[in-house]
């Protein structure tokens, strides 16, 4: 998958699936390949970036608890702000898949 598209579109998977639960950062990764049928594989040195300034801008904020199995994780949450920040990014997301199916797939506009 081009990497454009994939970075065009992470902050609005990654805000949809914690608008859902806390995740931890593995466990992001894991349920982003297994939802997109193994299409998005988020590398840890990938993701944790994007994390860490999407919780700079607000969007997350991040805590530490134990794990099922007892090992301390951090946590990702999505804040009011990145609510908010989700509702915008869905509306530019569907602007721009409406506007590209437009365009791929005909629409019968000429130019004069």
Not at 54 to 80: N, P, V
Request: include cysteine; proline fraction near 1%.
């Amino acid at each position: 998958m081009d990497k454009g598209f994939i970075g065009g579109s992470t902050m609005l998977m990654l805000l949809s699936l914690l608008r859902e639960r806390d995740y931890y950062g593995y466990e992001i990764i894991k349920e982003i390949e297994l939802r997109s049928n193994s299409v998005f594989q988020f590398k840890e040195g990938t993701l944790y970036p994007v994390l860490h300034r999407m919780e700079a801008q607000g969007f997350l904020k991040s805590y530490k608890a134990k794990a099922e199995t007892g090992k301390e994780r951090k946590y990702y949450q999505i804040t009011a702000k990145g609510k908010e920040q989700l509702s915008k990014e869905k509306e530019q997301w569907s602007s721009f898949t409406g506007s590209v199916q437009k365009v791929i797939g005909g629409g019968g506009y000429a130019c004069t």
